[in-house]
């Protein structure tokens, strides 16, 4: 793979003159929120269905149409040499014949042939183009030259037809264009996620929590997807959303999250307990907001210890029905300053968690939660360093996964 940065991919999307037009707009927003860098190429068909400002304004880039604008940068051929993945979306019958015959009378044609990525196409049309014999064939030519096709689905068409022709959702095509690129190195696997930070509620309006923010795991859970994996993401309170294609089970405080991954750990063949998860909760929780006129000056509040859910599964009441060979990868979050201290700290977490994996990273009032960045250190059960990555949180993610892997 020839990644942009790190984990990040460089994706064209070609948008061609259907109605499906409107749901690229969709696909290039889940490419955008996925981190990758995206660059539109809209055929002048295209724009007549969807415009380029709104185009322009989702992907973050300039949108390329004009086989003539850009000359001085050779754009005609820059954007395919340069991307990692090429996405057609919606590709018409139209789109499909020329892609077949290599024409390349347009910025996208031009683009296609310049460039050694892999090439995702999502045809769209009427059932009767779907299924004439010249497109069939053009289907056929693309497929022996290694493109993949995504779809398309059989349902209302645009009319009042139903049929096979539409085009697949951008969920699904935005998930073959990373199978494209990925290893699909956890094909077939189960994988548990926990992220996020538990509240451990003081009244109905209250509670404690923590500053986790939930990207690291909701970056663990995207990249496990995207490597193949069915992925459960139990969340606590993410700030951010969760990724589309994995299954999200909601869990507030610590003993939901208990709750969540009893019930779905048995099936998982690892699972990554990111989730910041309170140790102690307040004893009792008012029904009703607690009134400082009622309280006073001071204000006491009893805690009580929250279950260890990793101790659980590792050796307590979940360890019996765990999966053979089941991976369980735990964190660790420390602000000790000292890295001979920290790595002795960590040491003596995997072998009290009981963990097959640590990850250990440094947080502070600046560092770790809540960041578009991290840096980990990944320990094994006997304290050794078997990995360690620094950069974005799904960078971070890929290699944690190389180590599961
Ligand atoms: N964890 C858990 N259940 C808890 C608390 C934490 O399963 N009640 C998990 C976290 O999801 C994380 C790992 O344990 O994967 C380490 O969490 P951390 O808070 O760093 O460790 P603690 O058990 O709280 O240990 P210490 O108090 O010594 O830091």
Request: zero cysteines.
């Amino acid at each position: 793979m020839t990644s942009g940065e790190g984990d990040r991919l460089r994706v064209v999307v070609g948008i061609t003159g259907g109605i499906a037009a409107y749901k690229a707009v969709a696909l290039v927003r889940l490419f955008v929120l996925g981190g990758h860098d995206v660059s539109v190429i809209a055929t002048e068909a295209a724009l007549r269905f969807v415009g380029k400002p709104t185009l322009e304004a989702i992907s973050r880039n300039p949108v390329g149409t004009d086989l003539y604008e850009g000359v001085s940068e050779v754009r005609h051929v820059a954007l395919g040499q340069r991307a990692d993945v090429l996405v057609v979306a919606p590709a018409t019958a139209n789109t499909l014949a020329k892609l077949a015959h290599g024409l390349a009378d347009d910025l996208l044609g031009t683009t296609v042939l310049a460039s050694a990525a892999p090439l995702v196409v999502a045809p769209a049309m009427h059932t009767e183009m779907w299924e004439h014999p010249a497109t069939v064939a053009n289907l056929r030519v693309l497929r022996e030259r290694g493109v993949r096709i995504a779809g398309p689905g059989t349902g209302a068409l645009t009319g009042s037809d139903v049929g096979a022709g539409r085009m697949a959702e951008p969920d699904e095509i935005y998930a073959a264009a990373l199978a494209a690129v990925r290893p699909q190195d956890l094909a077939g696997r189960r994988l548990l996620v926990t992220a996020g930070g538990t509240r451990e509620p003081l009244d109905p309006v209250r509670f404690l929590g923590n500053r986790s923010s939930g990207r690291q795991g909701v970056a663990i859970a995207e990249a496990a997807r995207d490597r193949g994996a069915s992925v459960i993401l139990v969340a606590a309170h993410l700030e951010i959303p969760a990724p589309h294609g994995v299954e999200v089970h909601s869990a507030g405080s610590a003993r939901e999250l208990a709750d969540a991954v009893a019930r779905h750990a048995r099936d998982a063949d690892a699972v990554i307990m990111a989730a910041a998860v309170a140790d102690y909760r307040p004893e009792r929780v008012a029904d009703a907001k607690l009134k400082k006129d009622a309280l006073g000056d001071e204000y006491d509040v009893r805690l009580v210890k929250n279950p260890d859910i990793l101790r659980e599964l590792t050796s307590g009441a979940l360890a019996p029905s765990r999966r053979d060979g089941q991976v369980v990868i735990g964190f660790a979050a420390e602000t000790e300053q000292d890295p001979e201290r920290l790595l002795a700290i960590a040491r003596e977490k995997a072998a009290r968690k009981g963990v097959d994996y640590l990850v250990l990273n440094r947080v502070g009032w600046s560092e770790g939660f809540g960041t578009e960045g991290n840096a980990v250190t990944v320990l094994d059960s006997a304290g050794s360093i078997v990995g360690e990555a620094a950069g974005d949180k799904l960078s971070v993610a890929h290699r944690i996964l190389d180590v599961l892997v």
